[in-house]
């Protein structure tokens, strides 16, 4: 599914990351300005917005982010600034971490990505966490809710 926010006409990357370190600069931080930004730009343009951010400043604009909010709106934030597959590959890991399973999140995930989406999920999953995702769901679920994930895992379902 295609996402619901357009691409911002007359863009330039590098503006806008100029006032998204402003914002965040000095005391305090302009919360309605990282709002208005990451709510009006396609993901596309807000991962453009990302890398401008790093060549301009050298610091990584979640890193800057995560110092600067915090609470719903900082996992907002950073939801939004990190490119989707990696971001559904951090929240399994979230998902699968720690006492208990969060089997809504990975239902929500796993059963509603394509296959090319759950292969590319697994890589960045491996690269993130040094172990597999189809290991890390085996050892955290059991019974038939395991094989589901096991199954989905795969990547092997046909496609409409």
């Known amino acids: 599914m295609p996402g619901t926010v357009?691409?911002?006409c007359d863009f330039d990357a590098g503006a806008v990351a100029e006032t998204l370190r402003n914002s965040m600069k000095g005391f305090g931080t302009d919360e309605h300005i990282i709002l208005d930004i990451l709510g009006n730009h396609s993901c596309e343009q807000r991962l453009e917005i990302a890398?401008?951010?790093k060549v301009a400043y050298g610091k990584d604009l979640i890193d800057d982010l995560k110092d600067e909010l915090g609470g719903n709106f900082e996992?907002?934030?950073?939801?939004l600034i990190a490119a989707p597959r990696l971001y559904d590959a951090r929240e399994l890991k979230k998902a699968?971490?720690?006492a208990g399973t969060d089997e809504s999140a990975l239902v929500e995930i796993m059963a509603t990505r394509t296959n090319d989406?759950?292969?590319e999920i697994k890589e960045l999953y491996k690269q993130e966490n040094e172990v597999e995702l189809e290991e890390d769901l085996q050892n955290d679920t059991s019974g038939y809710f395991r094989r589901l994930m096991v199954s989905l895992c795969a990547g092997g379902r046909e496609n409409d």
Request: charged share 25%; with cysteine.
């Open 75 to 79: 996992d907002l934030c950073v939801a």
């Open 51 to 53: 890398e401008a951010f």
């Open 96 to 98: 699968v971490d720690g």
């Open 117 to 119: 989406e759950i292969n």
């Open 6 to 8: 357009a691409p911002a």
